[in-house]
């Protein structure tokens, strides 16, 4: 480090400067028109936004506490500034191949801490884990019902002739497994059903890269098999309102709108229209939102050739506002089994205790061809992100690919990575994503190496996450480190104490009173899987108030996650560190 | 099921008889002779050998304890032996792309198991995690050093031209990551050195699929960059032994063969041979255990176009046994900094505890390009099967892709999943596969449907995992739901007792003595958080002997892990169901 402090400006990365840059608005030359002023006010509050973000991101990468976020923002003012064009030129292939992302630890610690909630979720309900490859082949996809996904695969031929691609989505591939278990003559599956299964996959998609849109992405699903009733939905409802209670977000941020296809299957039918284009209808209707009524309309009558009158029925349907509504515009009784359905399922969601993120709309149908059934999607109550997630029941898809007598009801729900992370970032949601490890241990001197090592394993066996420093490390370094690494804990191991077989121990949490530095003890090489009891021990007897270390009492886990959230910075043993039981 | 008992014929699938049928070796239809009799009694130790696995894992899917071992035995040799026909024509698209794995829930419980030691081993340690994409830009990996990597990559060119490919390993991406931390003008690294970080990512390669070989398998990584000495050597050393004693692998069942490549070097300056040689000498020497001595000494003398003599020494070193031996055999003295930095590490080995697992073997010099100093592979002393995992120091790669101000040493290992589960099967050391919720909700009718939801509901704030039936559900049926679903308790959600507030809980691991059945307890609705309480209130009145379960005393990680190992097919609440901690 250079007299006078850290050169942040050396802090930062290329591609930092190089975003900080292209948020910047540049001031007008003349005085603005009040159009212009207008326009220029909603630039600058954009500027704000982005610039708070990034900023936020780079504090938390370069995670100096020593650095205040002012200088932080001012570097990067200086670097946007300056320009710098790019020192070497630097090869194409040292960047991530386009539209797909780097996880730099901090990032991983954040989608490790998502997944993590999405598996405990789907645990919760006594979901089973699955995988299958990233590369399926690419006749798995071909519905031909002119969905955005076909058109956009991530595929290929490979050198032994085979038509592949990186998978656009998970359902074919668990449908594909279901099928594995199943005698496609007789339909019989090989499993106890319903089977309830889940997956976390990479998906992918091929399309021109744009900003903000990526070729690559994660998506939780979570699917039941086997089970034709409604309550399998509300399960799957259930589910995702309760990952978003867990995460802090309330039925106020976001809601789940409810439809069924079902209905929209009746009105068809009885209009006379062959049931062959109800898949291509749904994907023409879910456009109704980017395209408009008018658009969809004429999609309907041309492209699938309805009477207009079929297709103003349809477009009724949509804008039914309640399900009695919706009956009425089919005209269908309130006992018909699609109306009576999706009623139960409003009801058992309320008995659930999800009600509230619950709500009906008609104009939910979403654009895959597959879905038969229920159909539903997450949204913030914004309206400023996409989809959050989206899922339904699909039950002619293992008809589809097994033949007549596979006839396995599924239903299911993707859930990506993406927007609820942008929804998570405009609550103050996230996750603490600094690093954290329980203890440093810091050799005095190259001879002391052999005894930190000892001393790092019996550390542990105690069960505690060791750093062990790989050189030398006085007493400054050891805290630099330590503070790089959010150990609350330096082990130091020096000549005088080892004489003694002792290791000086400090706790950077608990302050001494008598000295008003972090507690500080000795503690005999023999014990240190104790290490914990001794210093609490030496709090007690010190009047210093003790903060209970993770690693001992950790708490459930929703309580563990809700500590540390907001807590970014703060030097301390994070309950994150801890992992201490196993995900089989 | 159909009466008289399950038809097991009809749980088999088709892969597993099939595998089943390829096993099976005929009896010779006339007397064989001495030398045949000796090779079919070979032949027969490996079918007993593939069977008793196979059956095993047949066992373990169909997970239902009704159904005896030698039942399924018996039911395959039937349908292997009827060779049935696949019953109506089975798409290809609905296997998995050649080479590639389908993870139904128990397989995926193996692998999470494995990949949570290894976190948990890398966390220990202080690493962080990161992540990269599983496609790569070709260039990454065009060394031309002729390792069989880059022969065998998984690459395509994409629709807008570039070449990419599914990553072969994880190095370079790791390097590439470094670079882009790097300003490449003056080799400075963004962030405080050393970075400890690992990852467990997928990699590829293509080639003709054989028996046994796959084309993907997922490597556990370490890294540590930006430390020159051996001790970033001994802790990866230290971390991989650490891991292979966290599953239960002793120093008897693996070993770790070190050697430096720094010797070797000397050994081919000192003969005035081209430094850029190196390391395609290194790659050629790999072959040795391959194509043999002569064949390696013809491509050093003829490929390379090295003198005799000099292929000679270089053989001579391969051959040395200890480290005094090597130094001999290159005609270094016993201080020399390649020699005293080999012995330094074996020391610092020691002093951490894993020196048992430590061997020197002047023949290891694996097949990458990249490594220039210390080079390892952990082995099965048995010899049976391929290396377990492979490293070493690789100081010039950041050169090679960055330019010459890039000297930032790296070292790492990588770690693959599949030869150590073969070994982990070959000791019993596998853990328990079957699937595992803490409770099951059943509700008596359709009425009962509602409350059943909401007892799920309670009982998950609770903290346990629980699978709600999606129909009713009667005493026999509930049972039969937990059973297979490795649930320890059954929740009845009745009319009888919900009018009175009450949900009946049953305990199937506790035994009531005065009925010599499973432990019932009618908890109020309101107070199911306390459920375990109740419980074990009421087997402490009863004088029953309580057992706890897993959530409430989750024991250390090792621990926890070793308490399933062995247990398969027991009905219990599997520690495993418990996942108490998130992994941030």
Chains 1, 2 share one sequence.
């Not at 139960?344 to 597959?370: H, I, N, W």
């Not at 191991?493 to 400090?506: H, I, M, N, T």
Request: with cysteine; glycine share 8%; proline share 5%.
């Amino acid at each position: 480090m250079p007299r006078g402090g850290p050169d942040i400006g050396a802090l930062l990365k290329p591609d930092e400067v190089r975003e900080w840059r292209s948020l910047t608005v540049e001031n007008p030359k003349s005085k603005p028109t009040a159009a212009e002023a207008a326009a220029l006010k909603e630039k600058k509050a954009a500027e704000k936004k982005g610039k708070d973000s990034l900023l936020k991101k780079v504090v938390e990468r370069i995670n100096d506490s020593t650095i205040k976020k002012d200088k932080i923002k001012k570097a990067l003012d200086k670097a946007a500034a300056e320009a710098p064009q790019e020192e070497v030129p630097r090869p194409f292939w040292l960047d991530p191949p386009s539209g797909t992302r780097d996880f730099e630890p901090a990032e991983m610690k954040v989608r490790n801490w998502l997944f993590d909630h999405m598996r405990q979720t789907a645990k919760e309900f006594g979901f089973k884990e699955y995988d299958a490859p990233v590369l399926e082949h690419v006749e798995l996809y071909e519905r031909k019902a002119g969905e955005e996904i076909s058109q956009q695969m991530y595929c290929f031929t490979d050198k032994e002739g085979a038509r592949v691609t990186l998978r656009p989505e998970m359902t074919p591939s668990l449908a594909r497994m279901v099928l594995n278990l199943t005698n496609l003559a007789t339909g019989e599956v090989r499993a106890a059903l319903p089977l309830k299964w889940f997956s976390i996959p990479q998906c992918w998609r091929f399309e021109t890269t744009q900003r903000g849109r990526k070729r690559e992405h994660y998506q939780w699903n979570m699917d039941i098999v086997g089970e034709p009733g409604i309550v399998a939905e509300v399960e799957l409802l259930t589910a995702v309102a309760t990952f978003f209670k867990r995460l802090g977000v309330g039925p106020d941020i976001v809601g789940i709108r409810v439809n069924s296809r079902k209905v929209l299957d009746v009105a068809i039918t009885k209009a006379g229209v062959p049931r062959d284009k109800f898949e291509r209808v749904c994907v023409v209707v879910d456009k109704l939102d980017k395209i408009g009524a008018e658009a969809v309309k004429c999609m309907l009558t041309e492209d699938l050739e309805l009477p207009s009158q079929t297709a103003d029925v349809i477009l009724q349907c949509l804008q039914a506002s309640s399900v009695d509504d919706l009956a009425k515009a089919v005209g269908l009784s309130q006992s018909d089994p699609a109306i009576a359905e999706l009623k139960t399922l409003f009801e058992l969601c309320k008995a659930y205790g999800v009600g509230d993120y619950l709500d009906f709309d008609a104009s939910v149908v979403r654009g895959l061809a597959y879905y038969t059934g229920v159909v539903f999607e997450a949204f913030d109550r914004k309206g400023e992100l996409r989809a959050i997630c989206g899922g339904g029941r699909y039950d002619r898809l293992a008809e589809l690919y097994g033949g007549e007598k596979c006839q396995i009801p599924f239903c299911g729900f993707g859930f990506g990575d993406c927007v609820v992370v942008e929804l998570l970032k405009d609550y103050g949601l996230m996750p603490d994503a600094s690093p954290s490890v329980d203890v440093v241990v810091a050799p005095f001197d190259a001879t002391m190496q052999p005894h930190a090592l000892k001393v790092a394993a019996s550390l542990r066996k105690a069960g505690l996450s060791v750093d062990a420093a790989l050189t030398a490390c006085k007493a400054r370094k050891a805290f630099d480190l330590a503070n790089r690494q959010g150990a609350r804990l330096v082990a130091f191991v020096a000549p005088g104490e080892w004489a003694r077989g002792l290791v000086r121990v400090k706790d950077m949490e608990v302050k001494d009173p008598s000295t008003n530095e972090g507690l500080q003890v000795d503690v005999p090489f023999a014990d240190l899987a104790s290490v914990v009891s001794h210093l609490q021990n030496a709090a007690s007897a010190k009047g210093a108030s003790w903060v209970p270390l993770g690693v001992d009492a950790a708490p459930a886990p929703s309580t563990q996650v809700g500590a540390t959230l907001g807590t970014a910075g703060k030097l301390s043993l994070k309950a994150t560190a801890k992992f201490s039981a196993l995900a089989l």
